[in-house]
């Protein structure tokens, strides 16, 4: 049979436990605002990049669709070039046929590239918007968990005093 004094020690040891409990509780909350907060950090630090990755794209695509420009106007003075020559007689015509012939095929790979550039581009958009949705979602989950964990220590900490009470009403 345990004695009275025994009796009392073992709440008043669950007591302690419970409270070191909670204690960890908090700090694990505490734990999840940094997490949250380098997320946040991350995420920004991610968008910042993204944009600038966005606006090197664009000056690439600008520069790309330039360089067609003069590609295709260079095309249209090697053929006139061409005309000229013809009408001269030169003995060069060969070469410049060449040329032509030259540039039209690059022009041809061009445009597929072109095509394949514009594609990924939009691939690329589609996975940053799904990342970006999957992000919102975690941080929205995150917060929740915060929630959830906060309310859970306040209800076993008014748990704790109701049993404190108890215990300080049988004395």
Known sequence: MQTMEQQLQQP???NQLMVQTSGSLSFSSQMSKEDEE???????TFRAKEEEIERKKMEVREKVQAQL???????KRLAMIREELEALADPMRKEVAMVRKKIDSVNKEL????????KKEKEYKEALEAFNDKNKEKVQLITKLMELVSESEKLR??????LSKNIDSIH
């Open 38 to 44: 380098m997320s946040r950090s991350a995420l920004s």
């Open 69 to 75: 420009g003069r590609v295709e106007e260079e095309t």
């Open 157 to 162: 900490l008014k748990k704790l005093e109701e």
């Open 12 to 14: 008043q040891q669950s």
């Open 111 to 118: 445009k597929p590239l072109g095509h394949t550039v514009q």
